[in-house]
């Protein structure tokens, strides 16, 4: 298997405009390395991972619920949701791991309507995932996309609401928070495309006083916490330059590579993150780039942000309000 051929990765790379993700955007200072082999190569590894499905397992049982649905029936989609990520089992072992994380779901989602129910904190949203998509400042080329868990009316104002998923009760894992970036992108973003929207309709600006972090821990007893998050107009200012700042920066990290650069020069690695959350799923990449070990990646999965990337790269807008390229 030879090595992709950057100009025609799986994935669209950006041209002239760029579509970033929260995500993307802390892989990218991670590790650029990391970077480059989702958003350039357009690899991604096959290996099983149940945090990450579970994780997304509860995103769905609890979009489920909160849109109505009873809890059983949650906890049931959930369930499937989880199958669905982890597939069959093949291996020595799997069929243990996908039963441990069938049973943590069926435990999790109930638990977690006990509890809330209890103190009377189950939230009744305005809307269930809403997206946003919109430029980073004013003709900057640099955008951001997202989706939040729920929108809801709360303390008399409109408040963001993520669900997470973490394996422990530790309070400086929640503490990061207070400077991370991903509450300040949200709050940014659906600000910025609501007050678009209500504009559009003769309405007036849209404020998000912040956003609400929804821990479910997955202990043997599940436990259950919620922070609130805000950003002063300041800090939201600071977050729209160094957001600009680190996307023309890819730009031009992607425009060196379209001219003939080496792209593992331009996208260096960073080895202080090899294991700073478990071991990378690209370290073996990193250490020995062979058709061998290329061999046990496949081409990454196009997300909503690839579709968005698409569309700019051809010349279309596109519609987040209506799901379409504009006219």
């Known amino acids: 298997m030879e090595e992709s051929d950057p100009s025609t990765p799986s994935v669209p790379v950006p041209i002239d405009r760029i ?22 190569q357009g690899l991604q590894p096959v290996d099983r991972r149940p945090a990450l499905a579970i994780g997304t397992a509860v995103h769905a049982g609890l979009a489920s ?5 009873d809890i ?20 020595p072992g799997e069929q243990a791991m996908l039963a441990q994380g069938e049973e943590l779901i069926r435990r999790m ?16 949203p305005l809307g269930i995932e809403v997206e946003f998509f919109v430029e980073v400042g004013e003709e900057t080329g640099v955008f951001i996309r997202g989706r939040v868990d729920n929108l809801n009316s709360f303390l008399g104002g409109l408040w963001l609401v993520d669900h997470k998923t973490i394996g422990r009760n530790d309070p400086r894992d929640r503490l990061k928070y207070e400077m991370d970036a991903q509450p300040t992108t949200y709050i940014y973003g659906l600000t910025k495309q609501l007050t678009t929207e209500s504009l559009g309709r ?7 006083r912040g956003l609400i972090v929804d821990w479910l821990i997955k202990t043997k007893t599940p436990q259950f916490e919620r922070e609130r998050y805000s950003r002063t107009i300041d800090e939201l200012r600071e977050w729209e330059s160094e957001t600009i700042e680190i996307g023309q920066e890819i730009l031009g990290r992607f425009k060196r590579v379209r001219d003939g650069e080496d792209w593992k020069t331009v996208f260096y690695k960073n080895p202080e993150h090899c294991f700073r959350f478990g071991q990378c799923a690209y370290r073996d990449l990193c250490v020995a780039d062979t058709p061998a070990r290329r061999a046990s990646y496949i081409s990454r999965v196009p997300d909503y942000v690839d579709t968005a990337q698409e569309n700019l790269n051809q010349g279309r807008d596109f519609d987040i309000i209506n799901n379409q390229v504009k006219p």
């Open 19 to 40: 579509v970033l993700r929260q995500s993307s955007v802390k892989e990218y200072q991670n590790c650029k390395r990391l970077y480059g082999w989702q958003r350039l």
């Open 65 to 69: 619920f909160f849109s109505g649905t």
């Open 72 to 91: 059983v029936s949650a906890t049931f989609e959930a369930v499937e949701k989880f199958k669905e990520e982890m597939g069959p089992p093949n291996l």
């Open 109 to 124: 989602l109930p638990a977690y309507n006990d509890h809330w129910q209890d103190k009377q904190g189950l939230f009744t």
């Open 202 to 208: 003769g309405g007036g600006n849209v404020v998000i």
